[in-house]
């Protein structure tokens, strides 16, 4: 399995910025996709997190502003990402798990085998 992640960029608070996952070599179309971000300096935070059931969850300071949704079709998960503040700075990951059914908070990091090399998004004030 291999995760691609792409669609980082700069843009002004208040902004808007769509990170597209990209899944390949797995035959299903059900797994559960995380994202997660880590800014210079601060520990990786789960931000986002899409089960395999399509159930979806998001940490207090993003949710209203992000929204994570998947594309069966072109086996892609996205992130929306709308109202961006400057604390949203960070390099953003998403990580693969076919072992997550239903999110209610955002999994383990132990359940992820997959992990992209990341994309960046920074948000100037």
């Known amino acids: 399995v291999q995760v691609v992640e792409s669609g980082g960029g700069s843009v002004q608070a208040g902004g808007s910025v769509r990170l597209s996952c990209a899944v390949s070599?797995?035959?299903?179309?059900?797994?559960?996709i995380t994202w997660f971000r880590q800014a210079p300096g601060k520990e990786r935070e789960g931000v986002a997190a899409?089960?395999?059931?399509?159930?979806?969850f998001y940490v207090g300071s993003v949710k209203g502003r992000f929204s994570v949704s998947r594309d069966s079709a072109k086996n892609t998960v996205y992130l929306d990402m709308i109202n961006l503040q400057p604390e949203d700075t960070a390099t953003y990951f998403c990580?693969?798990?076919?072992?997550?059914?239903?999110?209610?908070?955002?999994?383990?990091?132990?359940?992820?085998?997959?992990w992209g090399q990341g994309t960046q998004v920074t948000v100037s004030s």
């Open positions: 899409i089960g395999c059931d399509d159930s979806t």
């Open positions: 990580a693969f798990s076919s072992a997550v059914l239903n999110v209610q908070n955002i999994p383990p990091v132990r359940l992820f085998d997959t």
């Open positions: 070599g797995y035959r299903w179309q059900s797994y559960c």
